[in-house]
């Protein structure tokens, strides 16, 4: 299984306007959804990584989590501070730290662990993804299985 790897870090400090709680809800609701071995999970070494680097940040919601299309394979991870919901996501509560994702992202990362890596010094989220048939040689892209 090829997995693949990127740093999550705040691109800024803005204060967001408050989300809606029944926005929140419904995207638990979608998310509660999914087939257990196909939600979005994390470790608790990710939950203290992404605890820290929200620490500071009240407008931070959780992890958005998603994927772009990219590189010579076909699709990047894209991470960043949540900050609102959007019509179409889902929240996993994941060890009591949200990941947040779209629903088109979430067909390439169902059933995805998301941990935190420290190895010699360098220091990332690494997303452990069942769905990842190959992945380029540089590790920046991937395609994953398709599905029927």
Known sequence: MTAQTHSAQPVNHTPAAPVDPA????????AAAVPEGERLTMTEAARKHLERTFADDPGALGLRLG???SGCSGFAYVMDVAREVADDDLWFECEGMPIITDAQSLDAIRGAELDYVVEGLTRMLHVNNPNVEDSCGCGESFTVRETD
């Not at 926005?23 to 979608?30: F, L, M, S, T, V």
Request: a positive charge; hydrophobic letters at 45%; aromatic letters at 0%.
């Open 23 to 30: 926005a929140i809800q419904a995207a638990r609701e979608r």
């Open 67 to 69: 994927i772009k299309k």
